[in-house]
């Protein structure tokens, strides 16, 4: 870092002068920006304010040219962080820190700033947080002083210095160096309300960082839950892969994809809709327990639940069967919900959520009963369930069987009242196209869906491994896609020919990222919690 004083002249300049804001400027703009906003006052004009702010920045330039110096200056390395200092001084007094002298080095975008007459105020924030700078006309001298009173909101600075306490307790630092290192061109929005517009929040996602201390947290806590969830799996012996996002065959789940075309090979290629037939593969290979947590794609609707690219982790376990999957996927979800927020009880819309509680299970048809109001006879009357999805609002095709018109009732009424954590097992085998069959009855499959909120949050079973009863599945679903369901899988020659080579009994699970985070940071929608979600282009 530059020392303050007697710098080279071939150097960057020292902190104190700061003499690239010493072009006058409208004591307007900072005035507006120091006071708070006014009842009925009228709306700053942003345009006039950038206007003002590219003035200011054409001045900048004019003056750095003259000395030879770089406007944009990137030769500040920052020593210190606003968290850590608060962590190492906030509890000591004035008295304390004053003999300490503890020098500080600084950077971080100007949030906050009080201009009076020789000595004014600002708040500096860093990745970290806020930390409060004290400035005077004495200590910083004429020209970096005047520099400070320009400052905008949003600038990135370098600031020096010593800590010490105001009379109100408040831990700062005492500038004896300031410089500007970027120069912000657009205000940022009110100091006290921030961004108030939802959409307007993820498209300039960038912003919403600066203001919301909120949309900073759930980020962090998102990266921690991804974090703890790959630690977790590897120290359970499960090997990290990367499998295609370019797929010549959309599989590993009922969903439409996203075609784009190879040049180079000439063909059509799909957007990856999920793993899990390449994972499968590798178990084939040999590789016992492998896991993935990928972006997949899918060409479907947009919701507060979906989001055209989404995250999940999907992991195989070789000699695993569902029951095994349902055992570890709950520990999965409490490991990472400690590691995020350091509870595995959590609130979710003012309502509790116990992920430390064993997880409930119940098979589709007692869902029914125990949800929809159903006995355990009426709940396998085919025109009664049929009636009752109709009267739900949802179709329930002639040809549906009574698995199927039991699971399409469940989706219909009972998904979304699962507020606890509940498993939903043996759904029918026409909606489960890659489990595997139950040897105690051979119409339902060894699946499970998890359910919290009313949301699905993991799907696992356990994994068909015969060859010759998956291409038979898988004709179906052909024969499915040709009478119009788009969502229906392809037949995928090449799986079936690893499977022919022979998989060991194995267990599969998919857990929704997004979701889960979702759960953890108590998010109502999933673009809260992805930082660039997809949105319809601006003006479209």
């Known amino acids: 870092m530059p020392a303050l004083t007697d710098t080279p002249s071939c150097g960057p300049p020292p902190l104190k002068t700061m003499t690239d804001t010493a072009r006058p400027v409208p004591e307007a703009t900072a005035a507006a920006q120091a006071a708070a906003p006014q009842a009925g006052a009228p709306a700053l004009d942003e345009n ?19 000395e030879g110096r770089a406007v944009f200056p990137n030769d500040f390395k920052p020593q210190h962080r606003a968290l850590e200092l608060r962590r190492l001084h906030d509890a000591k007094s004035n008295e304390e820190l004053e003999p300490e002298a503890v020098a500080v080095s600084l ?10 007459g020789k000595a004014s105020f600002g708040t500096l924030q860093d990745a970290t947080g806020r930390i ?30 010593t800590l010490f306490k105001t009379r ?29 517009d939802a959409e307007q929040k993820v498209r300039q996602r960038y912003v919403d960082l600066i203001t919301d201390d909120g949309a900073r947290e759930r980020f962090v806590a998102r990266s921690k839950a991804v974090s703890s969830i790959r630690q977790f799996m590897v120290e359970h012996q499960f090997l990290e892969v990367e499998t295609p996002m370019l797929h010549p065959i959309p599989g590993g789940a009922n969903a439409r994809p996203f075609t784009t075309h190879h040049n180079a090979l000439d063909q059509q290629m799909f957007l990856r809709i999920a793993p899990e037939l390449y994972l499968k593969r590798l178990i084939v290979g040999g590789f016992e327990r492998v896991f993935e947590i990928n972006r997949n794609f899918r060409n479907e609707g947009v919701s507060v639940r979906h989001n055209p690219e989404f995250t999940m982790m999907e992991f195989y376990a070789a000699y695993w069967n569902h029951r095994d999957l349902m055992d570890y996927t709950e520990e999965v979800l409490r ?27 119940l098979s589709v048809r007692d869902s029914l009963v125990k949800y929809a109001g159903l006995s355990a006879e009426q709940a396998c009357d085919a025109a009664l369930l049929r009636e009752r999805i109709v009267a739900a609002g949802e179709e329930a095709p002639p040809h549906w069987t009574l698995a199927e018109l039991q699971f399409g009732l469940f989706e219909a009424t009972v998904e979304s009242q699962l507020w606890q954590p509940t498993y939903i097992v043996d759904y029918p085998v026409e909606v489960s196209p890659l489990a595997r069959a139950s040897d105690a009855d051979p119409s339902i499959t060894e699946r ?30 052909v024969a499915n896609k040709a009478a119009g369901d788009e969502e229906a899988m392809y037949y995928d020659a090449d799986f ?8 060991p009994p194995t267990g599969g699970c998919g857990i929704g990222i997004d979701r889960l985070v979702m759960l953890i940071t108590d998010s109502p929608s999933i673009r809260d919690v992805i930082l660039f979600p997809a949105l319809r282009r601006e003006g479209g």
């Open 496 to 503: 079936i020919r690893a499977l022919e080579v022979g998989m």
């Open 448 to 477: 499970f869906e998890l359910f919290i909120t009313g949301r699905e949050i993991a799907n696992g079973f356990s994994e068909l491994n015969d060859a010759e009863d998956q291409a038979a599945r898988f004709h179906a679903q």
């Open 168 to 196: 109100a307790g408040e831990l700062s630092v005492r500038l004896s160096g300031l410089r500007l290192l970027t120069k912000s061109l657009r205000p940022l929005p009110d100091k006290f309300h921030g961004m108030a």
């Open 48 to 66: 006039k304010l950038v206007a003002e702010r590219r003035d200011k920045l054409a001045g900048l330039r004019a003056a750095a040219t003259a």
């Open 132 to 161: 409060q700078l004290f400035a005077t006309r004495d200590a910083l001298g004429e020209a970096a002083y005047e520099g400070f009173k320009h400052l905008d909101l949003g600038d990135i600075v370098a600031a020096e210095g």
């Open 335 to 361: 490991h990472a919900a400690r590691a995020a927020t350091g509870s595995a009880v959590l609130s979710y819309g003012g309502r509790t959520v116990d992920l430390e509680q064993p997880f409930e299970s």
């Open 107 to 116: 950077a971080g975008r100007l949030m906050l700033k009080r201009v009076m």
